[in-house]
């Protein structure tokens, strides 16, 4: 039991260490750059977003080293998809909630600068590869670090912890300060939704769901 303990133990610190310095580049990276038009018809975009998606999924697969990846990312069938649908139902209430209430102050897509606002018929393919990393790839990974080996290892402190580091540590990666509450809102309800299904499935799709609103939004407004 005592190497159950420590290997928990060890992972959850590599987890905390990757927050805090991944966050940290976020942040710096938002302060000392300035926001880029055309972001998602350039194919270096695409392809620094796979790179550093790799990058994260090397270190989950670090972190869980030693565990049963399908336990450690609830890599497994919900228990009910009926539930998943009406728990997805409410998160997404409560993020646009949080969003209305915030929206004077706050736009995320905006701040982060990654959603275009308007089509270019010369730029297809970087769009289309831009679009598959924005909507297959980030949300795989970004869900497999946090509601997945994250999750897991917060999991014996209690449901509520987990679900609240989980949310924050969400919303401290990508780097925000305005949008920053309503992506931790979003990262604790996609948590909650891991908690009630034990399954990763029905999180990588409302993501999914979630960043493919947001590029359709983004340019048909």
């Not at 905390?16 to 194919?43: C, H, K, M, N």
């Not at 209430?93 to 959603?115: I, K, R, Y």
């Not at 780097?175 to 996609?190: H, M």
Request: proline content about 4%; hydrophobic content about 55%; overall charge neutral.
């Amino acid at each position: 039991m005592g190497r159950v303990d420590h290997r928990v133990s060890g992972g959850l610190i590599g987890w905390l260490a990757f927050v805090a310095i991944f966050s940290t580049l976020q942040y710096v990276g938002q302060l000392l750059s300035d926001p880029q038009e055309g972001v998602a018809y350039r194919w270096a975009s695409s392809i620094s977003a796979l790179v550093s998606s790799a990058v994260v999924l090397a270190i989950a697969l670090l972190i869980a080293r030693g565990r049963d990846f399908r336990e450690a990312f609830a890599l497994r069938k919900p228990r009910s998809w009926l539930a998943a649908f009406v728990i997805s139902g409410g998160v997404i209430l409560t993020v646009l909630a949080v969003s209305a209430a915030l929206s004077p102050f706050a736009n995320p897509e905006e701040e982060q600068g990654l959603v275009p606002t308007d089509w270019r018929s010369d730029r297809v393919a970087p769009f289309l590869a831009f679009a598959f990393t924005v909507v297959v790839v980030a949300p795989l990974i970004e869900e497999m670090m946090f509601r997945g080996i994250g999750f897991t290892l917060l999991q014996p402190f209690g449901e509520h912890v987990a679900v609240l580091v989980v949310g924050i540590a969400f919303g401290l990666v990508h780097g925000l300060i305005e949008g920053f509450l309503i992506i931790a809102v979003l990262g604790a309800g996609l948590a909650v939704l891991r908690s009630r299904t034990q399954s990763l499935y029905p999180c990588v799709l409302l993501h999914s769901a979630f960043n493919a609103t947001a590029l359709v939004v983004g340019l048909t407004t």
